[in-house]
């Protein structure tokens, strides 16, 4: 079974540093993509961050360019996203997903089949 758990969620001050973690079992992250989303309650999800399978290719949006990072950890099994200088803006609910096998998924989020559960992020002073 296909499972992606996230974790490093938490409270942070505005220009705090947080790393997110996401965590896959049942597969091996060196055939799948992993894109990062977030979600504010009423607001649709948006994505945040992806990389590719190999994790020669990475994204961003724009509004966390330069500020937030993504690496793949292959023998880890394990995806993070360091996330640098942030703003009571990137308060929401971090998910981790992958899309199936062969899917680049980018920043789509109708494009991705396997989700975690989500965490937590709090920016506030």
């Known amino acids: 079974q296909l499972q992606l758990m996230e974790s490093g969620g938490g409270l942070v001050q505005p220009g705090g540093s947080l790393t997110l973690s996401c965590v896959a079992s049942g597969f091996t992250l060196d055939y799948y993509a992993i894109g990062w989303f977030r979600q504010v309650p009423g607001k649709e999800r948006e994505g945040v961050s992806w990389?590719?399978?190999?994790?020669?290719?990475?994204d961003y949006l724009n509004s966390v360019r330069g500020r937030f990072t993504i690496s793949k950890d292959k023998p880890k099994n394990t995806v993070y996203l360091q996330m640098n200088n942030l703003k009571p803006e990137d308060t929401a609910i971090y998910y981790c997903a992958a899309p199936k096998i062969g899917v680049r998924g980018l920043l789509q989020s109708t494009e991705y089949h396997y989700w975690g559960q989500g965490t937590q992020v709090t920016v506030t002073s």
């Open positions: 990389i590719s399978a190999s994790g020669g290719q990475t």
